[in-house]
């Protein structure tokens, strides 16, 4: 079975002017355990409402969307989501923003406190467990982000162009340390970017979505040997996919 299943997905939405937008069409795809699934498409094709849809945040027009084989009807406990703004509350330090999930969700302490501070050493951060978010880099926030999404040991890990605000530099670092942190925990992952190289170095397959009404115009297997290295980006296969997506998305239009 696979770990999620998407089926005749459609998703319109109605304005206030009572006009309805077609935002996905006919969306079909699956993911496997520890799978990582990239995104990419041009602004507004609906990557984000796929998103969202598969966190149970927005409901479905028509067709279906489940995981371990549980339509998705609404938010659930069992996934994690990362989103480009870190959200972090500024009153709380590392450790307790790592927490705040657990806290929510009403889990044990004895179990949550060792894993957060498991999370905290995992991604370098442990001389920075009191440490408050205005003291942090913009890497150091998102990487507090996504262990936070990690706490409660989510089936499913959904990432809304998580590195898309930091500079180029620190956005590559984060993509070594998001590779990291995934050859470790094998989370199955769906990760939405607008950077090709971004989905061609972190991806298993990369979906390439049309621009509104969003379809799906190609799933591209990458098959490049883990794990990646910065000079990977650099070799004769990393390039040709990347030309090959780059390719698609001018037909099907540009990606912002």
Not at 124 to 129: I, P, Q, S, V
Not at 227 to 246: A, C, D, H, Y
Request: glycine residues 8%; negative net charge; aromatic residues 6%.
């Amino acid at each position: 079975m696979s770990y999620i299943t998407v089926s005749d997905l459609n998703k319109v939405y109605i304005t206030t002017s009572r006009e309805s937008v077609n935002a996905l069409d006919n969306i079909n795809f699956e993911m496997a355990e520890g799978e990582f699934v990239c995104v990419v498409g041009p602004s507004g094709c609906g990557k984000s409402t796929l998103l969202k849809i598969l966190s149970g945040l927005l409901s479905i027009t028509s067709g279906t969307a489940s995981l371990m084989g549980n339509p998705i009807t609404g938010p659930r406990n069992d996934v994690g989501i990362v989103f480009q703004d870190p959200i972090l509350l500024p009153w709380r330090t590392v450790l307790n923003n790592t927490l705040l999930p657990a806290e929510i969700m009403g889990l044990d302490p004895k179990i949550t406190h060792p894993r957060a501070h498991d999370l905290i050493k995992l991604v370098g951060l442990e001389d920075f467990e009191n440490v408050y978010p205005g003291e942090l880099s913009g890497g150091m926030r998102q990487r507090n982000a996504i262990i936070r999404a990690l706490i409660h040991d989510p089936a499913v890990l959904l990432m809304d162009e998580p590195f898309g605000a930091l500079d180029a530099m620190t956005r590559e670092q984060m993509n070594l340390e998001l590779q990291r942190i995934w050859l470790e925990r094998k989370k199955t992952v769906f990760f939405i970017t607008h950077s090709i190289p971004e989905a061609v170095f972190l991806g298993d397959r990369i979906i390439v979505m049309t621009p509104r009404p969003g379809k799906i115009a190609e799933i591209i297997d990458v098959g490049i040997e883990r794990p990646r290295s910065l000079s990977t980006m650099g070799n004769e296969k990393f390039v040709s996919l990347t030309q090959r997506i780059r390719s698609l998305l001018y037909v099907e239009g540009s990606l912002d």
